[in-house]
Each structure stands twice: as C-alpha cells, then as structure tokens.
C-alpha cells in the first residue's frame, strides 16, 4: 500500500477533496495507496481539523520556529518521511521549498497552482488574469522543481472569465474543477510510480 501525505497551510478544500475521493468503495484496493497523513505548517490551519475527524493522522511544523528554510525543510522532511511516503501533495502549502528538500522528493512532489501554467505563477493569479483581460482561466497539476510553479504539466482544467467576475468568483469557479482535477491526476501519478 502506497502512502500519500498531503500538506498545507489554509482550509485545504483540496486535501478535503482528496481524501473524500480516497474514502470511496474500493479506492484503496483499486489504486494500491491510502491517505497516511495530512500535515501542515500552521498550527490553526482549519483543513487540520477535517483530516483529524476523518480519523488521519495529523501534524505541524511551524515555519515560525525554524532560523532557515533549510531547518525548517529539514524538520518537514523528518515528519513526512516518517510516514514513508510514496507521494507528496502539496494542496495550498504556501511555503517556498529550498531545492534539497524538493530534490528529495523527486518525481513524488505535486502542486496545485490555480492558473493555466506557465502564466501567472505566484499570488494573486485571479485578479492578475482578470486585470489583463484573460478569456479563460483555470488550474494546473504539475511536477515540483526548486523554481517556483514550475516543473512538467500533469492536468489543467480550463473555466471562462465571465463578464462581471471578481477574484472571488473566479476563484470558486476554479476551485470547483480543482477538486475534480487533483484526485484523478493524484491517481493516474500513483498508477505510473514503481
Ligand atoms: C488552491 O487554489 C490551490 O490551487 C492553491 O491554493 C489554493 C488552496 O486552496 N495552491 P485549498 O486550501 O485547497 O482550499
């Protein structure tokens, strides 16, 4: 049985879709993995309260503690690696990683990043997309590089700019196919690891 541990650092309604899609009838069985363990670097993420009443276990690492990134990335990867991870799912995790600790995780890191990558990369990618007049908008599931928002494209899903859109409208427009996105890209990366 392969383990997945999904970190972030906010409501994680992706991790809340992910671990909903997980507890379906015979998902385990179907796709050989299981959610092992949500973590998070923020000790009021409220996600954190969804995974432990889901019976996952949970744990913070708080940035804040830390003098480096690197002693922090290090502390992360002592409590990831604790739950022997076949997959690591960043889901609204919003610290920058330092390449050692992406490296580490080569070829097992994914992020969620709520634009069409390459465009805009970084924060604020609705309003940006709506301030230069975009059509179209969306999501995408890609391979973590030590470059942010970078690395191969996995799955993007695409939904209009509509007349009238506010970030927050757009945002809950995007978030809808993020959760239909991520637990199918998850699967289909779990099918292809050795
Ligand atoms: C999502 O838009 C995701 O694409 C981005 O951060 C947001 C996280 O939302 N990385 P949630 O915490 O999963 O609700």
Known sequence: MKNIVILISGGGSNMQAL???????????????????VLSNK??????????????????VD?????????????LMAEIDGFDPALVVLAGFMRILTPGFVAHY???LVNIHPSLLPAFTGLNTHQRAIDEGCKFAGATVHRVTPELDHGQILDQAVVPVLPGDTAQTLAARVLT??????????????????
Do not use: C, I, N
Not at 43 to 60: E, I, K, M, Y
Not at 63 to 75: G, N, V, W, Y
């Open 19 to 37: 671990v909903r899609a997980a507890e379906q009838r015979q998902w385990a069985q179907r796709v050989g993995a299981r959610v092992a363990a």
């Open 43 to 60: 000790a009021d993420a409220a996600g954190l309260a969804f995974a432990r009443s889901h019976g996952l276990p949970t744990a913070v």
């Open 63 to 75: 940035h804040k503690a830390f003098a480096s990134r690197e002693a922090f990335d290090a502390a």
């Open 106 to 108: 080569d070829g097992r």
């Open 177 to 194: 196919q993020e959760h239909l996105m991520y637990p199918r890209a998850v699967e289909r990366l779990l099918a292809a690891l050795p």
